[in-house]
C-alpha cells in the first residue's frame, strides 16, 4: 500500500508569516486522510490514475505553497487589505494540478469537476452561484461578513422553517449544527465550489461595508431629493467630496462586478427613496443592487470624477469617459449623465475590446452575405450605409469594416460623437457642439486631410448628409450610419435630409441594416419543433407531415439559466444595382425599391433571422422579437 510522505494533518504556516509580511495565512492545513479519500474517489471514478493520484501526495506540499504565493496579489486586490487570511483546500490542490481526464482526454479536472463528485459522494446538492439570482439582503444580513469569509458559507434560500446553505467545506457539520441552533431553523447544506464562495463573499460584503460606512459619512449632510422642484433647488449646493474611501471601493466593486459578468452598461437610477443599480447583459436589464438614497450623489460624483466631467453641474447633460484595468485587457468606459426628476441618471457604457475589435467573419454574416458586403468595401470611392435603431451592433460593424480594410497605404479618418473605442490606427476626432466642430464642420475640413476613408459616426442632419455626399463624390469612400428600420428605407430619409436623388444614386454603395440578436446557449441546447402557428406566424410554407427542426436553450449554469449566451447579428444587404440606381434617380418609393432588391436576392431581416433559427444559431422569439414582419407585394 502506498504511504503518503504528509502526516496525517500538516500545518502550513501555523500562523507564521511568510515573505514580506504582507500576505498572512493562519493556521491553514492540509487533512490528509480527506485529500486521500478524494483522490480515491476520483480514481474509482475513472477521472484520474493511480500515478496522478501518487503526484499529488508527493508533491502536494511544494503545490501548496506555490497556490498561497499565487493568491497573494488576488487577494490583496479584492479585499484591500495588507494582510489576508487563505487557506488551501484539498479540492483547490487536486484542481491546481491541471490534470486532463482519464475518461475524456479533451476535458479537465478542474475545480467544479471534483465538487461535483464530492458532493455526490456525499450525497448533496451541486449548486452553480449566479450572483444575479442571489438576494443581496438575505447573503449580507443572515451572517457577518468575517463569519462568511472564515467559513466559506452564504445562504441561497430561506422560508421560515429552513435555511439552504452553500458551502465549499461541506464536511463541516458542527458548523451546520451551530447554525441551526442559533437560528431556530433546520440548515440544508449544498456544496459550491470555493472560488465561487469566495468571489460573492468579497462582493456582496465589501459592496455592503463600503454602503454601510459611507451612509453614516453622508447621513446628516444631503437633504433628500423628493421632486422635480427641489432638484433644480438644490443645484447650488457644494459637492460631496466622493473621494473618500468607501465610495472608492464601492465603485470600484461595482465595475469590477459588470466586467466579471459581461455587462454592457450600468445603470445608476435615483429613485424617490432609494436608487437602483441595474445592468445590461445580452440585451437584458437585471436589477442588481439597490443603494441608500443618502449615498448616491457621492457614488455619482466619484463615477463623474472619473470621467473628467464636471462634478458641480447638475442641470445639464453631460458625457465623459474613462480607461480601467481588467485582468489583462484595457476596457474603455463611456459615462452619460442626465437630470431626471430624483437626481442625475448615469450610464455607463462598456467598451469589450474583444467585441468591438472582432473581425467580419465573427460578426454573424452568412458566406453569401459577407461576400457582397466585402465588395461593397472595396470600392475606393463611395457612400456604405449601415442602419438601425440604438444598440443595434452599428457601430462594432463599422470598427470591424475599418479594421478589415486598414493598410498603412491608406490614411482611414474617424468622425464620432463621442469615440467609442481608442485605435491607434485611425485618425479618430470628436465632435465637441459647444465650440462648433459638428460632423458637417468637421466634413469639411478633414478633407483637406488627405483622407482614403472617412467614417462618420452618424447622419444626423441636412449638412451632414450633403458633406457626406460630395465627399464621396470626390473620391474618398464614406462610411456612416442612419437610422432607420430597413435598408430601402435608408435612401428615403437621405433624401428626406436634402440630398438631390441623382447625387445619391451616383455616390451609394450598398446599404446594411441590422439587428441584434440573443444566441442559444450552446451548452444547453437541445432539439425543438417549430409548432403549426409559429410557422404560420413566419409565413413558412407549410406541408401536411412535415415539420421544422429548430433548437432552444434549456437553461444552465453557463447561462444563468436564460437559455442565451451571446449575441450574433441579423443583415439585410442591399447593394446598389443598376437597376437599384435607376429608380432612385427617378425618386421611387421604397416598397418598389425593396422589391427589387428581393428580385436580386436580398434576406430581409426576418428572412436571415428564420435561417438562423434554422441552423440552431438562435429562437424563434429573437426572430419575432426584433424583425418586422413586412410583406412586399
Known amino acids: 500500500m502506498f504511504h503518503s510522505p504528509w502526516p496525517r494533518r500538516?500545518?502550513?504556516?501555523?500562523?507564521?508569516?511568510?515573505?514580506?509580511?504582507?500576505?498572512?495565512?493562519?493556521?491553514?492545513?492540509?487533512?490528509?486522510?480527506?485529500?486521500?479519500?478524494?483522490?480515491?474517489?476520483?480514481?474509482?471514478?475513472?477521472?484520474?490514475?493511480?500515478?496522478?493520484?501518487?503526484?499529488?501526495?508527493?508533491?502536494?506540499?511544494?503545490?501548496?505553497?506555490?497556490?498561497?504565493?499565487?493568491?497573494?496579489?488576488?487577494?490583496?486586490?479584492?479585499?484591500?487589505?495588507?494582510?489576508?487570511?487563505?487557506?488551501?483546500?484539498?479540492?483547490?490542490?487536486?484542481?491546481?494540478?491541471?490534470?486532463?481526464?482519464?475518461?475524456?482526454?479533451?476535458?479537465?479536472?478542474?475545480e467544479e469537476l471534483v465538487t461535483r463528485a464530492v458532493a455526490e459522494d456525499l450525497g448533496l446538492a451541486y449548486v452553480h452561484l449566479d450572483p444575479l439570482k442571489l438576494d443581496y439582503k438575505m447573503v449580507t444580513e443572515t451572517f457577518g461578513g468575517p463569519f462568511a469569509e472564515r467559513h466559506l458559507v452564504i445562504p441561497v434560500a430561506e422560508t421560515r422553517d429552513s435555511l439552504t446553505l452553500a458551502m465549499a467545506n461541506p464536511w463541516d457539520t458542527p458548523l451546520i449544527q451551530n447554525i441551526s441552533q442559533v437560528k431556530g431553523k433546520k440548515v440544508h447544506a449544498v456544496v459550491a465550489q470555493k472560488q465561487q464562495v469566495?468571489?460573492?463573499?468579497?462582493?456582496?460584503?465589501?459592496?455592503?461595508?463600503?454602503?454601510?460606512?459611507?451612509?453614516?459619512?453622508?447621513?446628516?449632510d444631503i437633504p433628500d431629493l423628493g421632486n422635480l422642484e427641489q432638484l433644480y433647488e438644490l443645484t447650488d449646493v457644494a459637492e460631496l467630496d466622493a473621494t473618500d474611501q468607501p465610495i472608492v471601493r464601492a465603485v470600484w466593486y461595482l465595475l469590477n462586478y459588470a466586467l466579471d459578468h459581461r455587462v454592457s452598461d450600468i445603470h445608476l437610477e435615483p429613485k424617490r427613496d432609494e436608487a437602483w443599480v441595474r445592468m445590461r447583459i445580452d440585451g437584458v436589464m437585471h436589477r442588481?443592487?439597490?443603494?441608500?438614497?443618502?449615498?448616491?450623489?457621492?457614488?455619482?460624483?466619484?463615477?463623474?470624477?472619473?470621467?473628467?466631467?464636471?462634478?458641480?453641474?447638475?442641470?445639464?447633460?453631460?458625457?465623459?469617459?474613462?480607461?480601467?484595468?481588467?485582468?489583462?485587457?484595457?476596457?474603455?468606459?463611456?459615462?452619460?449623465?442626465?437630470?431626471?426628476?430624483?437626481?442625475?441618471?448615469?450610464?455607463?457604457?462598456?467598451?469589450?475590446?474583444?467585441?468591438?475589435?472582432?473581425?467580419?467573419?465573427?460578426?454573424?454574416?452568412?458566406?453569401?452575405?459577407?461576400?457582397?458586403?466585402k465588395r461593397m468595401l472595396a470600392t475606393k470611392n463611395g457612400m456604405v450605409l449601415v442602419v438601425g435603431p440604438t444598440g443595434s451592433g452599428?457601430?462594432?460593424?463599422?470598427?470591424?469594416?475599418?479594421?478589415?480594410?486598414?493598410s498603412p497605404r491608406i490614411n482611414i479618418v474617424t468622425l464620432e460623437d463621442p469615440i467609442e473605442?481608442?485605435?491607434?490606427?485611425?485618425?479618430?476626432?470628436?465632435?465637441?457642439?459647444?465650440?462648433?466642430?459638428?460632423?458637417?464642420?468637421?466634413?469639411?475640413n478633414v478633407l483637406r486631410q488627405d483622407p482614403d476613408v472617412i467614417m462618420v459616426g452618424e447622419i444626423r442632419d441636412d449638412e451632414t448628409a450633403e458633406n457626406a455626399v460630395q465627399a464621396a463624390l470626390t473620391g474618398h469612400q464614406v462610411m456612416s450610419t442612419i437610422h432607420t428600420g430597413d435598408a430601402a428605407g435608408a435612401i428615403g430619409r437621405m433624401v428626406d435630409l436634402g440630398t438631390l436623388p441623382f447625387l445619391l444614386s451616383s455616390v451609394l454603395v450598398g446599404v446594411v441594416a441590422q439587428r441584434l440578436v440573443r444566441k442559444i446557449c450552446p451548452h444547453c441546447a437541445i432539439d425543438d419543433m417549430l409548432t403549426e402557428e409559429q410557422a404560420s406566424a413566419l409565413r413558412l410554407p407549410r406541408v401536411?407531415?412535415?415539420?421544422?427542426?429548430?433548437?432552444?436553450?434549456?437553461?444552465?449554469?453557463?447561462?444563468?439559466?436564460?437559455g442565451y449566451k451571446g449575441r450574433t447579428g441579423l443583415y439585410e444587404i442591399m447593394p446598389i444595382t443598376p437597376r437599384i440606381n435607376r429608380l432612385i434617380t427617378d425618386s421611387a418609393p421604397g416598397i418598389e425599391i425593396q422589391k427589387e432588391a428581393l428580385n436580386d436576392g436580398m434576406l430581409t431581416l426576418r428572412d436571415y433571422g428564420i435561417k438562423k433559427m434554422a441552423k440552431g444559431l438562435t429562437t424563434f422569439e429573437e426572430v419575432v422579437a426584433l424583425t418586422d414582419d413586412k410583406l412586399v407585394y
Not at 469566495?198 to 447621513?219: K, N, T, V
Not at 401536411?544 to 436564460?562: A, L, P, Y
Open 394 to 406: 452599428k457601430t462594432t460593424t463599422l470598427y470591424s469594416s475599418l479594421h478589415h480594410i486598414n
Open 10 to 110: 500538516w500545518p502550513l504556516s501555523d500562523g507564521v508569516t511568510h515573505g514580506d509580511n504582507a500576505f498572512r495565512y493562519s493556521a491553514s492545513v492540509i487533512d490528509h486522510r480527506r485529500l486521500d479519500q478524494i483522490l480515491e474517489l476520483l480514481v474509482s471514478r475513472g477521472y484520474i490514475h493511480a500515478g496522478q493520484k501518487r503526484d499529488v501526495l508527493n508533491r502536494g506540499r511544494d503545490q501548496v505553497r506555490h497556490i498561497l504565493l499565487d493568491k497573494r496579489a488576488e487577494m490583496r486586490r479584492l479585499l484591500g487589505r495588507h494582510r489576508v487570511a487563505y487557506r488551501v483546500s484539498e479540492i483547490e490542490l487536486i484542481a491546481s494540478f491541471r490534470f486532463m481526464r482519464t475518461d475524456d482526454p479533451d476535458q479537465a479536472v478542474d
Open 421 to 444: 473605442n481608442v485605435h491607434e490606427a485611425f485618425n479618430q476626432i470628436a465632435m465637441q457642439p459647444r465650440i462648433g466642430l459638428t460632423f458637417g464642420t468637421a466634413l469639411k
Open 544 to 562: 401536411r407531415g412535415r415539420s421544422f427542426k429548430i433548437k432552444r436553450g434549456e437553461g444552465c449554469v453557463r447561462c444563468r439559466h436564460t
Open 198 to 220: 469566495l468571489q460573492i463573499i468579497i462582493e456582496f460584503h465589501g459592496f455592503r461595508r463600503s454602503m454601510r460606512a459611507a451612509e453614516l459619512d453622508y447621513a446628516t
Open 288 to 373: 442588481v443592487h439597490r443603494l441608500p438614497k443618502v449615498v448616491f450623489p457621492a457614488m455619482v460624483s466619484r463615477v463623474k470624477m472619473l470621467g473628467r466631467m464636471d462634478i458641480a453641474e447638475r442641470r445639464r447633460p453631460q458625457d465623459g469617459r474613462f480607461k480601467t484595468q481588467h485582468k489583462d485587457d484595457e476596457v474603455e468606459l463611456r459615462v452619460s449623465t442626465v437630470p431626471t426628476a430624483f437626481g442625475e441618471k448615469v450610464v455607463i457604457r462598456i467598451f469589450d475590446p474583444g467585441v468591438l475589435k472582432q473581425e467580419l467573419d465573427q460578426l454573424g454574416f452568412f458566406p453569401r452575405e459577407m461576400a457582397i458586403y
